[in-house]
């Protein structure tokens, strides 16, 4: 999509995968240094050997160090978990929640719309997906009625264990406030539900007036005995600054779970060998990035300024665009890489979809796509309320290319609108 791979991230790279570049003088010392640590700790201080099942020591603790910056609460390495991806280490994390009861099968409480892995790995695990819907009028908040709603319905047929959480939000962008994060805590505490926070696109919440906080940060600023809550945070390196899809790094912090269910998590997780190691590297230069007396700082704080400036106009250009096409309404872009507007689709066209066996905003979408070349993703994939329609479109692009979408975004939905009115 056009984002420039940041250099120290790929220098630190090249140079645990090439060692002889340790010689050239092209590398800056920082960046040696990096590696050089990061190549002490691989078996025969090679990238391409197996480490451990839960990730190379030193930058779990570097994971570590980052947690307790961001929080102001002590955090533990051995509590930190690098996995191949976000994906990677909620599927570790239900594998081990998977235990049916007397033929009841285990439910895990999840938002609408949601990103599509998440059902596909429950029904991997044969597990019950128990929806509960976002508000998009409060800016897809999320609301203790509707999740107490929810669980009740589901705890008919199955064993509700833990509920995921999305924040920011995928595919919608929101950041929940610490008065919603602090109902659902209580609300998981007393329920006796596991909370999976997926964090992913913590780096990404760079719109006015709106901030990231974890749901660690906030359950350790509660009373009792919502701190001894059982908390499960992802992080990936496919978001943020890093944005490396590919390279597959993630990581996960256990918190207030047994020593006994984390012994049987460790063990579960040897059958993968380990993640990605140069995946786990790219991880390390994010979340340990260099210092200001380094050689490579300078640099590296202006890509990074460069980069989420940059997403933030381009979000802007794309909302501000979207809301003056009459039938399309945007919320508020606060966090992450896509916009999720809501569009007005006709009923004729609605029955036509149906004629084709298509949700109306697949049709929809199906239809931009043959007379714009617009690839976008329809709502339906990640689940809306009925009788509503979205589309979700990547902000990525350069910024000229964002506003020639909008304007034949524009154009189509006129059309669209008229032939189906």
């Not at 007396?293 to 979000?315: N, T, V, W």
């Not at 975004?409 to 059309?415: A, G, K």
């Amino acid at each position: 999509m056009g984002q420039k791979p940041v250099t120290f991230i790929r220098q630190v790279m090249a140079v645990c995968a090439y060692p002889p570049l340790l010689n050239d003088s092209f590398i800056p010392s920082d960046v040696k240094a990096r590696a050089n640590s990061i190549l002490d700790e691989c078996g025969g201080r090679s990238a391409g050997a197996y480490t451990y099942s839960e990730g190379i020591d030193l930058i779990r603790e570097h994971i570590a160090q980052y947690l307790q910056r961001r929080d102001g609460v002590q955090a533990s390495a051995e509590n930190v978990i690098l996995t191949a991806g976000a994906s990677e280490a909620l599927r570790s994390i239900l594998n081990v929640l998977n235990s049916p009861n007397d033929g009841n099968r285990i439910g895990v409480m999840v938002p609408v719309p949601r990103d599509p892995s998440f059902t596909s790995l429950l029904n991997e695990f044969g597990m019950v997906e128990i929806d509960y819907f976002l508000e998009e009028d409060q800016e897809w908040s999320i609301s203790l009625n509707e999740l107490s709603s929810a669980l009740e319905a589901a705890s008919r047929y199955c064993i509700p264990r833990a509920i995921l959480v999305i924040n920011p939000g995928n595919p919608t962008g929101s950041v929940l406030n610490s008065n919603t994060m602090e109902e659902i805590i209580q609300f998981a505490v007393r329920q006796k539900l596991v909370l999976l926070a997926d964090e992913s696109y913590q780096f990404n919440a760079f719109g006015q007036g709106c901030f990231f906080q974890s749901f660690k940060k906030t359950m350790m600023l509660m009373s009792e005995p919502f701190k001894h809550l059982e908390l499960v945070s992802i992080m990936s390196g496919s978001t943020g600054i890093l944005g490396e899809c590919g390279l597959r790094c993630g990581c996960c912090e256990l918190m207030n779970i047994r020593e006994d269910v984390i012994s049987v998590y460790k063990k579960s997780i040897c059958v993968k060998m380990c993640p990605s190691v140069m995946g786990q590297i790219a991880l390390d230069c994010m979340i340990f990035p260099p210092e200001p007396h380094e050689p490579s700082y300078p640099g590296f704080i202006q890509e990074c300024r460069d980069i989420m400036q940059s997403l933030y106009e381009k979000a802007t250009i794309a909302i501000n665009a979207l809301n003056e096409i009459d039938g399309i309404q945007c919320n508020n872009y606060t966090g992450s890489t896509f916009v999720f507007p809501k569009i007005y689709i006709p009923e004729k066209a609605v029955i036509e979809a149906k004629a084709k066996g298509q949700t109306p905003d697949t049709f929809y979408a199906m239809q931009l796509l043959e007379e714009t070349g617009i690839c976008s993703v329809p709502g339906a994939l990640y689940g809306q309320i009925p009788g509503t329609y979205h589309l979700r479109l990547t902000i990525l692009p350069e910024k000229e290319k964002i506003q020639k979408m909008a304007e034949m975004i524009r154009r189509f939905h006129t059309c669209f609108i008229q032939k189906y009115s």
